[in-house]
């Protein structure tokens, strides 16, 4: 079996409780989360095809690194 490689700083317990998080929300807590990323100022969301994911998290990755 491959080993996954997780993002810098988390840790197997940070996944975990992420997941955990995501797993036992409420429908009104799912939907009052989603409603705050909409109104979130200086961030959209939009629909993107599946193929062109890879690209655009490298799009945002190398905005990010400019920012820094």
């Not at 079996?1 to 997941?19: C, F, I, N, T, Y």
């Not at 959209?44 to 998290?57: N, W």
Request: overall charge negative.
């Amino acid at each position: 079996m491959k080993s996954q490689q997780l993002p810098k700083g988390w840790d197997e317990d940070r996944v975990r409780a992420v997941a955990a998080h995501y797993e036992t929300q409420t429908e009104d807590e799912e939907l009052a989360e989603f409603e705050a990323a909409w109104a979130e100022r200086g961030s959209t969301m939009m629909e993107v095809p599946k193929e062109l994911v890879p690209a655009v998290r490298r799009l945002i990755a190398s905005h990010q690194a400019g920012a820094r």
